[in-house]
């Protein structure tokens, strides 16, 4: 194999998984990596490990490096199983490992793997001296599980926040510099969007965090996708920007239809919207995939939806995909609702209760049309559209 080094006696080990296409309900259409770093000096340690099904490549990896049996250390920054789960069948030659993990991690990973493991919990600022080199550790619960941390290569300048500035992405590459930065930022923003933006209050004051800390940060080797070594200061920004929710002129239409009423609605919007130079991305739910449209939401001023009524009630892709980005908790957008009804409508005050209940703003004049809509009503949909546009421009 390849030895594939991010700094001198600090290799990648991890392992590109170019078959997945569905990460617990998130889309991978590029597939995903479980990255995990060795660290080669007087003492030796192994950063994060990988999923279960590919313990013995991780084990293949390592040891045309070092003797597993070599190993001192297993740091493991977070214990979801596709950074943790190898961890049984590799201790089971590095016999002598002693395991370092936050206070929670030490509780997550002796519930997962049992009690009769050598775990160090360490907190943030704590310090492992390997030789040359020393790994500290900032705690950095609830990014995204409560045991997370990153650990962080002093004399390197190496930051490894495990699921962090990640994205997944499987390629032949393993750095930034080395893979087209559309697709790279398309996918870190997908990350951030369908992962982390639940958290972004948290993120923005671990950002601030590390920021006050005066810490050089020259690479940063995350646990999904590539490693930021040519420009770290790109993503860290990228999320300072999420996190505080800084949109751009955009606004994206969500709908479902049964007839083909409510998309003509949704076109008409949709129009009304452009006329006003801003943009609109557009998605049938059946016909998307809500990954990628939470992704679009990410920087949008406003998300329009819009639903027939089945049954006094949302049609059922409408209310999965309100269910799904209501915990997420996109910040500052402006929600507006429109839908058409035969003998009896529902689902436009419904979509609006669960929107206002989940603290969003809502757009309080919603647009429904009984049946199939007339001309005059398409002219409707069209100055609603415009509404909402003027109404973005004042936001």
């Known amino acids: 194999m390849v030895k594939i080094k991010i700094s001198e006696d600090i290799f990648w080990v991890g392992i590109v998984d170019w078959d997945v296409r569905d990460f617990h309900g998130y889309l991978t259409e590029h597939g995903t990596t479980y990255n995990a770093y060795l660290i080669v000096d007087e003492k030796t340690a192994l950063v994060d490990t990988v999923k279960y099904p590919f313990h013995e490549e991780l084990v293949e990896k390592i040891n045309e490096i070092i003797g597993l049996e070599q190993l001192d250390y297993i740091v493991i920054n977070h214990v979801e199983m596709d950074h943790s789960s190898a961890l049984p069948y590799i201790i089971k030659e590095a016999k002598n490992a002693k395991i370092v993990a936050s206070k929670k991690g030490k509780e997550s990973l002796t519930k997962h793997y049992g009690e009769n493991l050598a775990i160090e ?45 990640g994205q997944h992405l499987a390629t032949s590459a393993r750095f930034d510099d080395e893979v087209d930065e559309a697709l790279l930022m398309r996918e870190a923003a997908k990350y951030y969007a369908n992962i982390l933006m639940p958290l972004s209050e948290l993120v923005k004051s671990k950002i601030q965090e590390i920021i006050d800390m005066k810490i050089p940060i020259r690479i940063i080797a995350p646990s999904h996708g590539v490693i930021w070594r040519s420009n770290p200061v790109k993503i860290v920004e990228a999320y300072r920007r999420w996190s505080e929710g800084v949109p751009k002129d955009k606004a994206v239409i969500v709908y479902d239809s049964m007839w083909g009423s409510t998309a003509m609605m949704a076109r008409a919007i949709a129009d009304g919207i452009a006329s006003q130079g801003v943009e609109v991305k557009f998605f049938k739910l059946r016909e998307s995939d809500v990954t990628e449209i939470v992704t679009e939401i990410l920087e949008a001023k406003a998300v329009v939806v819009g639903s027939p009524t089945l049954n006094n009630s949302m049609f059922p892709a409408v209310s999965a995909f309100l269910t799904y980005v209501t915990g997420l908790k996109p910040k500052g957008k402006l929600w507006a609702f429109f839908g058409s009804y035969g003998w009896g409508g529902g689902a436009v005050k419904q979509m609006m209760e669960i929107t206002k209940k989940a603290g969003f703003e809502v757009y309080e004049s919603p647009l429904e049309v009984r049946y199939v809509p007339t001309s005059s009503e398409i002219k409707e949909c069209l100055n609603f559209g415009r509404s909402i546009a003027q109404k973005m421009k004042s936001y």
Request: overall charge negative; glycine content about 4%; hydrophobic content about 45%.
């Open 121 to 165: 919990a360490v907190k943030t600022g704590d310090r492992l001296k390997l030789g040359k080199r020393t790994l500290t550790f900032i705690e950095a619960p609830m990014l995204h599980w409560p045991d997370s941390m990153f650990t962080y290569v002093v004399e390197d300048a190496i930051l490894m926040p495990n699921d962090a500035f």
